[in-house]
């Protein structure tokens, strides 16, 4: 979370990069972590 500044769109990116996710994967994946904190 440092890392992205507290950008979702930068954090779907990283996700879509490390992962190899399609945008519509990686922006659930990231809108589930972001409900649990």
């Known amino acids: ?4 500044d507290g ?3 930068q ?3 990283k996700v879509q990069e490390r ?3 399609a945008k519509a ?4 994946e990231v809108d589930d ?3 649990k904190i």
Request: zero cysteines.
């Open 19 to 21: 992962y190899g996710h």
């Open 25 to 28: 994967a990686a922006e659930k």
């Open 1 to 4: 979370l440092d890392r992205i």
């Open 33 to 35: 972590w972001l409900s």
């Open 11 to 13: 954090l779907i990116g």
């Open 7 to 9: 950008k979702r769109d």
